[in-house]
């Protein structure tokens, strides 16, 4: 599959004339010098130390050096203001999902001497149950794909179309003038074309709607190959835990896939790996996403995505189109045996808040870590000039470009302009719930932190209480205990000594007393606080399988209503997911299938409009199954079924089989071969539909058949 989305270097693609490549490539190869007709020979180091620096060359040139400055500028910016507020918190919500206390809060708790750490997993249920939840509705069993396409109302008529109605027009008015002697004028004129208009739009809606629903099965399988499901599935685990999710794509990448190939000698199929340029999608971890500080979405300002890459991964990028493969080499030669690092703090802190070993951050000799950083962001004209892009390319030194640059340490290994003719980033982000105007919104372990606190809190004085009132307390005065007297024993029928006090008192030298437990008080604080996080997160208890405690919950109707309320803050949570996610996907998808050789011309006018299924399949679906039988007792009549027609019929019962899980292929034909069907039927009418004074006289039919009581119509 070859697809012209990427902005190529050079290679089989060419490069569309919306987009160009910022020259990163020059001077010659000198691998052979010829002398005298004579080719020199060398050997492989040799060669390999020249063409180490001939890209060494390539790569200090100015226009290369000042896209690595001001890439690592931005990032410096991005790096530090993220630090200072988010990264605190991310790491915050992941110890929190993982029921660990922050580092500072367990010193603070040790340091009043042998308390209990017990951490309540409130926030953690909470996000395996809106995971779930989210999961189930989005690609649960049964859930359709989350977008649906449809031409748009007034699709666009085609020159061609346009033209063959003027031609029409003007052949059924010269017809009429000829049949009567008189011209369409005024009211009657504008009615005729009203009316071939309208006719000429809905023949061009149908076309539209053929060529979209190829469209969506075409966008439906490249979704599906290019991991869409699986990186969504791993974006709503990120939603519930972390301030904001990212996914990415169609991202370009070459990958080796199998495929069964021919034996033209002997005819047999066999398997073969090859290289393909393939479309995917994949989640992106929100620990590497850096914005431009104050950014309130990934298009306003720049963004750095920050990729830690093992070489064969870095490897794959030789040969995708947009890419400098001797870059990527010389890039591999440096840093494929020690790897890259920017050394990050939160790497170190992120990993021990994962479980993991710090020692997987840097690498090993055998496996190391390269550090990649791709930025996307708007560069003037006048620096794109300064850095050597051709002042064709820029035609306005004041204009704003939108770039694309990935930098590895020294290397520049791509630098194009953003292929996208409205610069958006292939980036999609939302929230649980989004802060306007903020790039970072907040998670459910965000809005139940207090909550979580407070239960923690109580659950460790339930511990201690429940410790210390589980038996008796004992007051010694150890004035009256002999030498050697084990003060640590207690056991039933112990025998005690004492020595008389030395200052004449009776008082006893043991004293034993009771302390209070408050267990009860404690819990009543824990329950409040568990309440105030099932409403503050939008899932209760309830949603997870816990009945309600009374109230509304003890009766079935009751029951619905309480989780139809509870159901609408994550229905909210779906409606972000559409609107922030599914839609501008698939509509980048379409536009990079607009750019696609792949696409047939006449599919390429652009009567398309994708619209979300999150949150309105879920509304639907509470209903619909019964919505759709009434509908279907409703037009079992001969009147509805003659406007309905076979295939609109075909059609609801298609919807009722998908329900069932069953084949509906199997089911209910599909809507061309009820064409076909309701044709051979017509035929077989208008065949035996001959007139009633020539039946039983003897007549034949036009197939030679004799026409008798058989074939009158019933």
Not at 142 to 150: E, I, L, M, N, Q
Not at 423 to 451: H, Q
Not at 488 to 509: L, R, V
């Amino acid at each position: 599959m070859a697809i012209d989305y990427a902005l190529p270097s050079p290679g089989p693609m060419t490069p569309p004339s919306s987009a160009a490549v910022i020259p990163i490539t020059a001077a010659p190869s000198t691998r052979g010098v010829s002398v005298g007709g004579i080719m020199q020979i060398v050997g492989n180091r040799v060669l390999e130390e020249r063409e180490r620096q001939r890209v060494d060359v390539m790569q200090a040139r100015p226009v290369i050096q000042g896209l690595a400055s001001h890439v690592r500028k931005c990032w410096d910016e991005a790096r530090q203001a993220k630090e200072q507020t988010v990264e605190p918190r991310m790491l915050q919500s992941l110890r929190q999902r993982r029921a660990e206390y922050d580092p500072d809060k367990l010193a603070l708790i040790r340091s009043h001497g042998g308390g209990s750490e017990i951490y309540m997993r409130l926030t953690s249920a909470k996000c395996r149950g809106g995971s779930a939840w989210i999961r189930d509705a989005m690609l649960g069993a049964g859930a359709d794909k989350p977008f649906s396409c449809s031409p748009t109302p007034m699709p666009s008529l085609p020159p061609e179309a346009v033209l063959e109605l003027k031609q029409r027009a003007i052949e059924e008015l010269a017809a009429y003038y000829r049949a009567t002697g008189q011209q369409l004028e005024g009211a009657e004129l504008r009615e005729y074309l009203t009316n071939l208009r309208e006719e000429m739009l809905t023949k061009a809606y149908e076309e539209a709607r053929a060529g979209v629903q190829i469209l969506e099965r075409k966008m439906e399988d490249q979704l599906e190959e290019g991991g869409f499901r699986q990186a969504l599935s791993e974006f709503i685990d990120d939603l519930v835990t972390f301030p904001s999710a990212i996914i990415c794509g169609p991202i370009v990448r070459k990958k080796p896939k199998l495929a069964w190939v021919k034996d033209p000698a002997t005819g047999e199929y066999t398997a073969d790996v090859q290289e393909q340029i393939t479309l995917e999608w994949e989640r992106r971890d929100p620990f590497m996403i850096y914005p431009a500080p104050g950014a309130s979405d990934v298009n306003d300002g720049y963004l750095i995505d920050r990729h830690r890459m093992r070489p064969h991964k870095l490897e794959e990028l030789i040969g995708v189109p947009g890419y400098d493969d001797e870059a990527i080499r010389a890039a591999l030669a440096e840093y494929q045996t020690g790897g890259l690092n920017n050394w990050l703090f939160v790497d170190t802190e992120k990993a021990l808040a994962e479980g993991k070993s710090t020692t997987h951050i840097q690498g090993s000799t055998a496996d190391p870590i390269i550090d990649v950083l791709q930025y996307w962001g708007h560069v003037s004209g006048k620096m794109l000039v300064d850095w050597g892009v051709p002042e064709a390319q820029v035609p306005h030194s004041t204009k704003q470009y939108a770039c694309e640059v990935w930098l590895v340490g020294r290397f520049v290994i791509k630098a194009a302009l953003n292929p996208d003719r409205l610069s958006r980033k292939p980036y999609y982000m939302t929230s649980v719930e989004k802060i306007p105007g903020a790039f970072w919104g907040n998670s459910i372990p965000d809005l139940i932190r207090d909550d979580q606190d407070m239960c923690n809190s109580s659950a460790r004085a339930i511990a201690n209480n429940m410790a210390i009132a589980s038996g008796p307390q004992v007051g010694v005065n150890t004035e009256r205990l002999p030498n050697g007297y084990n003060l640590t024993e207690m056991y039933p029928w112990k025998i005690h000594q004492f020595t008389s006090d030395p200052m004449g008192s009776t008082a006893d030298a043991l004293t034993f007393f009771q302390p209070q437990s408050i267990v009860q008080e404690l819990m009543m604080v824990f329950e409040k606080f568990s309440v105030q996080a099932d409403e503050h997160s939008n899932i209760p208890r309830y949603m997870t399988g816990d009945s309600p405690a009374g109230g509304a919950g003890r009766t079935a109707s009751g029951f619905s209503m309480l989780q139809n309320n509870a159901m609408k803050g994550l229905k909210q949570v779906l409606s972000n997911m559409d609107i922030d996610i599914v839609e501008p996907a698939v509509n980048r998808l379409h536009y990079t299938n607009m750019r696609s050789t792949m696409i047939e011309s006449w599919m390429k006018r652009g009567d398309l409009q994708v619209k979300a299924r999150g949150a309105s399949s879920i509304l639907a679906k509470e209903s619909l199954q019964i919505r759709r039988n009434e509908f279907l007792q409703a037009t079992a009549n001969p009147v509805d079924l003659q406007i309905l027609g076979p295939e609109g019929r075909g059609a609801v019962l298609r919807e009722q089989a998908k329900t069932l899980d069953m084949d509906t292929d199997m089911v209910v034909p599909n809507p061309s071969k009820l064409k076909m069907m309701r044709k051979a039927m017509a035929a077989m009418q208008e065949q035996a539909g001959a007139p009633e004074d020539t039946v039983g006289s003897g007549e034949q039919l036009s197939n030679g058949a004799p026409v008798t009581d058989d074939f009158s119509p019933s």
